[in-house]
């Protein structure tokens, strides 16, 4: 079956770590999207890009890294930069990013500070 | 500029009553609109979107939304609750030249035996 699949699903950092979110899709799409989501604050966009090897900067993008070196594959690092990285995080794709298409999501990765 | 506004941050019904969720949209272009359902600790998933066919969109689980264009509006509704329907719900416009994808803040539905 096609989809986005999220690992891991809970994810424990320790204070000055960096972490790796995965992010894989075999729906062939070109656009994906990192987004946050806290309680009361819907979904804010961290990073997205539109083709491999290119990438930009979304509304909260200070403390986050990711790479785009192959389609189906989109991760993304919390650095120790992002004080407060407790959230839940959700990948996402479109098959372009200047169409009206929808975006699919994954299943989300908890991450919390301990 | 583009934004969207879900009127109502939590909506409380009774099952089987129906159900109202709000939502107005500001955008420069013509938009596409979707409305996205999300359970506890999971992902995203998609109700319905308007992309400039009919106005009145049929989706998933009884759920429909009517665009009107007058109003800048995109309300949510289903003529009689579940319990399984509790859930928060997302309306998101695709606007700008560029389809980048606005969320609003999110309605949480509860339902109420």
């Known amino acids: 079956d096609g989809g986005i699949t999220q690992s891991p699903k809970y994810l424990f950092r320790k204070e000055g770590q960096n972490v790796t979110l995965s992010c894989e899709q075999n729906?062939?799409?070109?656009?994906m999207y990192w987004y946050r989501q806290d309680p009361g604050q819907g979904l804010r966009l961290i990073y997205y890009?539109?083709?491999?090897?290119?990438?930009q900067k979304g509304d909260i993008a200070e403390g986050y890294s990711v790479s785009r070196e192959k389609k189906e594959s989109f991760p993304l690092t919390v650095t120790s930069a992002q004080k407060n990285p407790t959230a839940f995080y959700l990948c996402?794709?479109?098959?372009?990013?200047?169409?009206?298409?929808?975006?699919?999501f994954g299943q989300g990765t908890r991450l919390t500070v301990v | 500029a583009q934004s969207v506004t879900q009127l109502d941050s939590h909506v409380s019904v009774s099952e089987g009553t129906p159900v109202l969720l709000r939502c107005n949209y500001s955008?420069?272009?013509?938009?596409?609109l979707f409305w996205y359902v999300q359970h506890p600790n999971k992902g995203l998933q998609l109700l319905l979107k308007?992309?400039?066919?009919a106005t009145l969109v049929k989706g998933i689980n009884g759920f429909e939304a009517e665009f009107k264009k007058s109003e800048t509006s995109f309300h949510l509704t289903k003529p009689s609750a579940h319990m399984s329907d509790a859930a928060e719900y997302f309306c998101?416009?695709?606007?700008?030249?560029?389809?980048?994808?606005?969320w609003g803040l999110g309605t949480s539905l509860a339902v109420n035996p």
């Open positions: 890009s539109q083709i491999v090897n290119d990438f």
């Open positions: 308007y992309t400039s066919a």
């Open positions: 996402a794709s479109r098959i372009g990013q200047g169409d009206f298409a929808e975006a699919f």
């Open positions: 998101v416009v695709g606007a700008g030249n560029n389809r980048k994808l606005i």
């Open positions: 955008s420069s272009y013509s938009p596409s």
């Open positions: 729906l062939n799409h070109d656009a």
